[in-house]
């Protein structure tokens, strides 16, 4: 079964085409974050409607690197939620309407279920179950896989996302949106051992985390520092150096922590703040040191991409689940906990 | 393409369908050789569960396949945003996936077809309300079935509404929800319209026939092509530097 998978949950348009024999035949991403850059974070209005611009060629781009016809897909996926209300819209809107054109099925799928299932398009996939950390700039969770479907939420974020705080801390530190990537390299040049900032909720049993506390942790250092005089290069890498280390730490614990109480021996990680290098040594040190396995998707399947939508459609269409024909919803809020898996539907 | 064969009556011979989601209207109408049969139902938040429901049951009632459509259009705004991608999405899927081509339909020309057939005045001003203390307004000439934007499509604030220029001694109808806020309009507005149709709701039905007229003329594009018309662009304050 040939499926389309369309992603606009929020500010990446992403199509790809995967084949359930053959697997991923294509995918193409148009990322916005340059433009969103420029307003210091995701202005909704402004991405939905470049999803709008963005979608079709896309879908054309990816036909033509499959070398196939509209009329070859079998069924089409679309992100339905989580997400940007006013951009999952656009996706939902565009599948039906092709989906009716085509007399194909077409399905809403959960965005976070995409990421969970990621690493199954990468060649050693892991098995089910697994544990799952997701982490990004919308999400911190931490996820029980037993199989598609088969969602227990061990923890998340009470509060701020991982990658949230990351992009708040860059702010504060001066750099451009998103702030993932450059707090990281600012670190880079910082002094491990000259501050030490503190590991939320680490102190106490649980799964759960917290970030906002960070944050204001890195505001009073921030001032404290000014306080002195004007902040040199160094303090800011030794502030962005310090904050990274907790986040890290904070997540290497919970995901150590995760792995202990479900007895389980893989650790799927996904979403942007995978991409973390220091967070991937960490992770890999300690999967090392328990006989465990940590797997990652490919790099572009870290963020938001239409290949792990049509991977999670591809499963659902072919067990028979699908929209009604024409009648779509956006789910902005959508909780993991309430899906299903493909078989009982 | 050439334009398809007139029938004696000078309706454009073709099978068009429109679809409307640009205000808390939603709306389909199919264009089948002059005929045009239309649903419209007043259905705020769930015109993504009522939009393509209604298109369907046109072409099934007609007892036409979507194949037998020859273009598609839909209502490109200016209107609320969500609805406007809404119909968008649904409208360039379904070009997309017939491969046919796709018309955006201006939702203030067809507030003044709709206004025309319903009072046969000739001149129309539509107006909707667009919040923010703003309307979106244009001026059209209508004569015979057929709609003629005088000068450009505006977001304004109300206050700031005239009649086109050296146009002020006709007639003028008002029509469109922006019209309720005739009390914040200049008196010379007031003056030169003689009515309003406050209660219109921009709707498929008028867009169907000047699409079909549109088409007949030879315009058309590929689906991605034919984007919303926001006419408010402003939505977001880049950050000072």
């Known amino acids: 079964m040939r499926v389309l998978g369309i992603e606009t949950s929020c500010d990446e348009t992403g199509v790809a085409l995967y084949d359930t024999e053959h697997g991923l035949l294509a995918d193409a991403l148009f990322s916005q974050v340059a433009m969103h850059a420029d307003y210091g974070g995701v202005v909704p209005e402004l991405a939905?409607?470049?999803?709008?611009?963005?979608?079709?060629?896309?879908?054309?781009?990816?036909?033509?690197?499959?070398?196939?016809?509209?009329?070859?897909?079998?069924?089409?996926?679309?992100?339905?939620?989580?997400?940007?209300?006013?951009?999952?819209?656009?996706?939902?809107?565009?599948?039906?309407?092709?989906?009716?054109?085509?007399?194909?099925?077409?399905?809403?799928?959960?965005?976070?279920?995409?990421?969970?299932?990621?690493?199954?398009?990468?060649?050693?996939?892991?098995?089910?179950?697994?544990?799952?950390?997701?982490?990004?700039?919308?999400?911190?969770?931490?996820?029980?896989?037993?199989?598609?479907?088969?969602?227990?939420?061990?923890?998340?974020?009470?509060?701020?996302?991982?990658?949230?705080?990351?992009?708040?801390?860059?702010?504060?530190?001066?750099?451009?949106?998103?702030?993932?990537?450059?707090?990281?390299?600012?670190?880079?040049?910082?002094?491990?051992?000259?501050?030490?900032?503190?590991?939320?909720?680490?102190?106490?049993?649980?799964?759960?985390?917290?970030?906002?506390?960070?944050?204001?942790?890195?505001?009073?250092?921030?001032?404290?520092?000014?306080?002195?005089?004007?902040?040199?290069?160094?303090?800011?890498?030794?502030?962005?150096?310090?904050?990274?280390?907790?986040?890290?730490?904070?997540?290497?614990?919970?995901?150590?922590?995760?792995?202990?109480?479900?007895?389980?021996?893989?650790?799927?990680?996904?979403?942007?703040?995978?991409?973390?290098?220091?967070?991937?040594?960490?992770?890999?040190?300690?999967?090392?040191?328990?006989?465990?396995?940590?797997?990652?998707?490919?790099?572009?399947?870290?963020?938001?991409?239409?290949?792990?939508?049509?991977?999670?459609?591809?499963?659902?269409?072919?067990?028979?689940?699908?929209?009604?024909?024409?009648?779509?919803?956006?789910?902005?809020?959508?909780?993991?906990?309430?899906?299903?898996?493909?078989?009982?539907? | 393409m050439p334009p398809p064969p007139f029938t004696t009556r000078d309706r454009p011979m073709s099978t068009l369908l429109a679809l409307d989601a640009s205000s808390s209207a939603c709306s389909a109408a199919l264009w089948h050789d002059g005929e045009v049969t239309a649903r419209f139902v007043v259905a705020p938040r769930e015109h993504t569960r009522r939009l393509l429901p209604m298109a369907r049951e046109l072409l099934a009632e007609a007892g036409l396949p979507l194949s037998a459509l020859d273009a598609l259009a839909y209502g490109r705004g200016p209107g609320s945003f969500t609805g406007l991608r809404i119909a968008a999405g649904a409208a360039q899927g379904l070009a997309y996936g017939l491969e046919r081509p796709l018309l955006g339909v201006s939702t203030l020309a067809a507030l003044a077809l709709a206004a025309h057939r319903r009072l046969h005045l000739r001149h129309v001003l539509p107006a909707l309300d667009a919040r923010m203390g703003e309307v979106y307004a244009a001026a059209y000439h209508c004569e015979a079935g057929r709609v003629t934007l005088i000068g450009e499509e505006a977001v304004l604030p109300p206050e700031r509404l005239t009649l086109p220029l050296g146009q002020e001694e006709r007639d003028w109808v008002g029509v469109g929800s922006g019209w309720a806020l005739w009390d914040v309009m200049p008196a010379p507005l007031q003056a030169g319209v003689g009515q309003c149709l406050v209660d219109e709701e921009p709707g498929a039905e008028a867009m169907v026939r000047l699409a079909a007229e549109a088409f007949a003329a030879g315009e058309g594009e590929a689906p991605h092509r034919v984007q919303p018309v926001y006419l408010r662009d402003q939505v977001a304050w880049k950050k000072s530097r």
């Open chain 1, 48 to 345: 939905s409607r470049d999803h709008t611009r963005k979608l079709l060629p896309l879908v054309d781009e990816v036909l033509a690197e499959a070398n196939l016809t509209r009329g070859d897909l079998d069924g089409i996926a679309y992100t339905a939620g989580p997400g940007l209300a006013g951009a999952l819209m656009v996706g939902a809107a565009t599948a039906h309407g092709l989906a009716l054109a085509l007399e194909r099925p077409v399905l809403g799928v959960h965005h976070m279920e995409g990421h969970l299932l990621a690493p199954m398009l990468e060649d050693e996939p892991p098995a089910f179950p697994f544990v799952a950390l997701l982490v990004s700039g919308g999400h911190t969770q931490l996820v029980e896989v037993q199989g598609i479907g088969r969602y227990q939420l061990l923890g998340e974020s009470v509060d701020d996302a991982a990658g949230e705080a990351f992009d708040k801390a860059a702010k504060m530190l001066g750099l451009d949106y998103p702030g993932g990537p450059r707090v990281a390299k600012l670190a880079e040049q910082g002094d491990p051992k000259r501050l030490r900032f503190p590991r939320p909720m680490t102190d106490r049993p649980g799964l759960d985390f917290s970030f906002s506390g960070l944050k204001t942790h890195t505001l009073t250092t921030l001032r404290a520092f000014e306080a002195e005089g004007p902040l040199d290069d160094q303090a800011r890498a030794d502030i962005a150096r310090a904050f990274e280390e907790a986040v890290v730490d904070t997540l290497v614990i919970k995901c150590r922590r995760a792995l202990d109480q479900t007895g389980l021996k893989r650790l799927v990680v996904a979403g942007g703040v995978s991409a973390n290098v220091r967070l991937r040594e960490r992770l890999e040190h300690e999967c090392a040191k328990r006989d465990a396995r940590a797997y990652y998707p490919r790099g572009r399947f870290c963020t938001d991409n239409g290949a792990m939508i049509a991977y999670v459609g591809a499963q659902r269409l072919l067990a028979g689940e699908r929209d009604e024909p024409g009648v779509f919803a956006a789910r902005p809020r959508w909780p993991m906990d309430t899906l299903t898996p493909p078989e009982t539907n």
